[in-house]
């Protein structure tokens, strides 16, 4: 019996990602030193990216912890280890999450949801009805959303008009 050749790519010039089943990455290493394909480097580096920036973020549910994410991403950008437009896409992603908490904090305040399906209908009309919020005033210098799809549409067509 012949013994047989050495595969010309060797283990070691190839991507060490292994599979579930141990099965190891077909591509090539990008770089020497790096032990890992294009591929595999960029999800390597995202994992890592996510657990930066969500380690002190609580579920983004209070401003302290998006500001958390925030500090983080401005480390990971300052150290270039993230592009400056992931990072943008990503602070603006907080400044949406960061308009969303007064709305969480309205609901919270001024609904109560009932777990137990047993009442009776009108029992249960007569709560969410007690559940309702009270209008809110309008801060001075803003005007009312309205109140539907079309007034909206028009109050938007309107300002570019003008």
Do not use: W
């Not at 190839?14 to 579930?20: D, G, L, V, Y």
């Not at 280890?81 to 907080?94: F, G």
């Not at 969410?128 to 028009?154: D, I, N, R, Y």
């Amino acid at each position: 019996m012949q013994a047989q050749s050495p595969n010309p790519v060797t283990s070691t010039a190839r991507c060490q990602h292994r599979t579930a089943a141990g099965r190891q990455c077909r591509s090539l290493t990008s770089d020497p030193s790096s032990e890992l394909c294009p591929h595999h480097a960029a999800t390597a580096r995202e994992q890592d990216f996510r657990e930066v920036l969500t380690r002190d973020a609580f579920d983004f549910q209070r401003p302290q912890s998006v500001n958390n994410s925030l500090g983080a991403l401005y480390n990971l950008l300052a150290e270039g280890r993230i592009s400056p437009r992931r990072a943008s896409v990503l602070a603006h992603i907080s400044s949406l999450l960061l308009r969303t908490l007064p709305a969480i904090d309205y609901d919270n305040e001024n609904y109560t949801y009932d777990d137990d399906e047993s009442d009776s209908g009108t029992e249960a009309q007569a709560v969410a009805e007690s559940a309702k919020p009270a209008p809110q005033p309008v801060p001075p210098g803003k005007e009312p959303l309205p109140k539907t799809a079309e007034e909206f549409a028009a109050a938007v067509l309107d300002r570019k008009a003008s």
